[in-house]
């Protein structure tokens, strides 16, 4: 584990129900909480309490409940998870609590019960404020109805609410790009998490692309967009703390930071993935065969692997570079045992030279001209 690691660890929730299935997403998902509802509740809070007496001594500063729509469970049912978490786990009384939510799916009641339970988080999946692009990415919800929502939201209590937007869609212009950008920073949310479309082959989205169906933004308009996302958002006051994220006011998601700092946590529910800092294990994705393992009391685990120092050292790459504070290469070569820019002196050399990279003191970090190609400027320093 990272040696800068936080001692804190956090807790994740894999909610798997969905309204309708969207086209782009591979998140494990399915339709029909009114019948499998009760199933998942008791199966997810039956696995929390297996558990519990292994992570006995650590303390978890964040919770998030992800999906999946998580906010189509009732209030009713999410309190039976909040209480099953709180009386198995030692959770900071200043944990961040996060829960992913549709604007279609929030109400002043749902909201109000939501902050009275401790959650203090909302992220809000509205992905476009184009009714063009929400149909095509087969949203329920419409442009209006995602203000709404946000503003809704705001007068009920919750401070700190985050805003998940998608660039690089079918038939999207840069015009339109920043026409979304505009309007995600006037109606001021405190975060926001930008993606570029990712084709997943298992989506209709990646069965269109296979067939040359689907009609994708040239790739120079999407580095356009990208580089429009973090002048539009610095220009509103956000600072960009990894690739595809921004705040306000030191609003970072500190759950997703527990990914990217090598941290630990713990997930629960189908498809959930936990890591210790050693193993990484991810449990079924498939709620019917989760349940009766769950019941029964067998390996509910779809895979586990440990984390070797190759795996590890990779992976410190890869994450630290995410990051606009960069890799430290003191600790790099502290916990590895090797120097980075001894190991790599041609090629950071040749990055550096074409502006991809910067190390200013312990730092190595992206430079701007190379955020957009940062997967490809990973590969040759891994």
Not at 37 to 44: N, Q
Not at 104 to 129: A, D, T, V, W
Not at 263 to 289: H, M, T, W
């Amino acid at each position: 584990m990272n040696s800068s690691a936080e001692k804190y660890a956090g807790i994740y929730f894999h909610i798997p129900f969905c309204e309708r299935l969207c086209p782009y997403c591979d998140f494990y998902s399915i339709t029909g909480l009114d019948e499998k509802g009760s199933e998942f509740i008791e199966s997810v809070t039956k696995e929390a309490g297996s558990r519990a007496n292994r992570y006995s001594t650590w303390t978890f500063d964040t919770v998030y409940f992800g999906g999946g729509t998580p906010s189509l469970l009732g209030v009713s049912q999410l309190g039976t998870i909040l209480q099953s978490l709180r009386s198995h786990f030692r959770i900071a009384s200043d944990a961040e609590i996060s829960i992913e939510s549709n604007p279609s799916s929030l109400n002043p009641e749902k909201l109000s019960s939501y902050l009275e339970s401790g959650i203090n988080r909302l992220s809000l999946g509205i992905q476009s404020f184009n009714d063009v692009n929400l149909k095509t990415l087969g949203r329920i919800h419409d442009s209006k109805k995602a203000i709404q929502s946000f503003e809704t939201a705001r007068k009920a209590g919750f401070e700190n609410i985050s805003i998940d937007l998608i660039y690089g869609l079918p038939g999207q212009t840069p015009a339109r790009w920043n026409d979304d950008l505009s309007t995600a920073a006037s109606i001021n949310p405190n975060h926001i998490s930008a993606y570029n479309l990712i084709i997943e082959r298992n989506t209709i989205f990646g069965e269109l692309y296979q067939q040359g169906k689907l009609d994708l933004p040239a790739d120079d308009d999407q580095r356009e967009m990208y580089y429009s996302l973090i002048d539009h958002l610095d220009d509103a006051g956000f600072e960009r703390y990894e690739l595809s994220n921004f705040a306000r006011d030191g609003k970072y998601c500190r759950h997703n930071l527990k990914y990217w700092r090598d941290g630990r946590y713990l997930g629960f529910g189908p498809s959930a993935v936990s890591c210790d800092g050693q193993r990484r294990e991810k449990n079924i994705a498939d709620l019917k065969k989760y349940s009766e393992k769950v019941r029964s009391g067998e390996d509910i685990l779809e895979y586990s692997e440990t984390i070797d120092p190759e795996k590890a050292r990779e992976e410190r790459i890869m994450m630290g570079l995410r990051l606009t504070e960069g890799l430290s290469l003191c600790d790099y070569k502290s916990e590895f045992g090797i120097d980075l820019k001894a190991e790599k002196e041609l090629e950071l050399r040749l990055l550096m030279e074409k502006g991809y990279v910067t190390i200013e003191g312990d730092r190595l970090e992206i430079s701007r001209d190379g955020l957009f190609i940062s997967d490809e400027i990973t590969v040759k320093l891994i």
